[in-house]
């Protein structure tokens, strides 16, 4: 992975190297059939950020220059200041991109127009602003959303004067199946120690085998540990205290570079109110780059059946948020309002919602994508057990991937 600090945006700051001389724009353009965007296919332009001449094969991570927020616009109803138009050139093997806004404050993107997509945010409706961003936005969403070369164009929204956006880019090739590098990271006091260490990684496997069917694997593992019995019990809004902490390598199995972090603790709180969460990814999708999108916590003690440790659950929860990690959104969210962009996956809708409690489970759900890994809740006694085809394109395009 590089990291590119100080990329000079175009349409703000300087005159860059990495701008694209080429010119000309037009081709095909798309119907928007099934409720996915579709546009115009178009060439990059004159003074577009040349990504192909800033990156190289790989991923590669971009610190954009701070960017001023110097427009007064509306979203989602409430007043906020809007960024001047950044402009991308995507170069033709690019697999996947991801633009962090800013991870450090709130902010999104107000606008997004991609070559053979059009415009996909819709700053006016949350609904259709959740199926897109999150509040990073990754492209390709799936087979019907794809990253199409050529030009791209995007605004950034926020409260503040600034921002200080990241882009995130992937070249080289797609693989029909893929493989990814994963650290397990103990915080001392989370549950897992000597006594039951064998049998949480004889679980192990039932991770595994929920990527298997769609073509992914764990191809190596490192093992860390953290010291820090403070962090055994967090709310989730501290979670970057796991990335930036010291952690111990393991002799036998070091810490890997380059890798999907999953951290566990002993209970990891909701600021808002829900309780302890089972898991929770730090980025929708995440990277190691960026602390506050660094990895995976996991709640030891939310998988607990009376005294007794559920490996299986913790590791279906894993295997959830890891999905969550590489950009994988739930397929119906849990009000039924909102869906992701992959087609193949069931949508439950809110009309499943018999018990009018404002929430479609996964009995309401049953046979409408409750049994999916990435349903937005589960039973320990029914677990979800499926993964589709476009899911799985979309986690052979996440930013570790590699292809076999």
Known sequence: ???????????????????????????????????????????????????????????TVFQLDPLPLLHPVTVLGQNAMESDPINLCVPADAVSMVLYPDPDQEALASS??????????????????????APDLMLPKGPEVQLVPGHHSFKIAGASAQVQPFLAIRRGARGASSHYAANLV??????????????????GGLFDQLYAQVGIEVSSVGVGFIHDPSLAVLPDSEEAKLSQATVESSPNLPMLPDAINFYFVRELK??????????????IPGVPALAKRGGVTLSVDAHRNGPNLDFGALWITAAHEGGHWHGLRHPTERDGAVQDLIADTSECPPS??????????????????????????YDFATPPSKLTPGQGFALASALLMSPQ
């Open 352 to 377: 499943r919602d018999v018990n009018h409690d404002g929430y479609v489970d996964s009995v309401e759900c049953a046979g409408m994508g409750s049994d999916n890994l990435m349903f937005w809740t």
């Open 186 to 203: 103990l915080v001392d006091g989370c549950g897992i120690d000597d006594s039951n260490i064998q049998a949480f990684a004889d679980a």
């Open 112 to 133: 997004y127009v991609g070559s053979g997509l059009g415009e996909i945010v819709d700053a006016s409706n949350l609904n259709a602003l959740l199926r897109v961003e």
């Open 1 to 59: 992975m590089r990291i590119v600090v100080g990329l000079s945006v175009c349409a703000v700051a300087l005159a860059s190297s990495a701008c694209s001389s080429g010119g000309g724009g037009g081709g095909n353009s798309g119907g928007g059939a099934g409720g996915f965007p579709s546009g115009p296919v178009v060439e990059c332009q004159a003074g577009d950020n040349d990504l192909a001449a800033a990156s190289g094969p790989g991923l």
């Open 270 to 283: 909701s600021d808002d109110a829900a309780g302890t969460l089972l898991g929770h990814a730090m980025g």
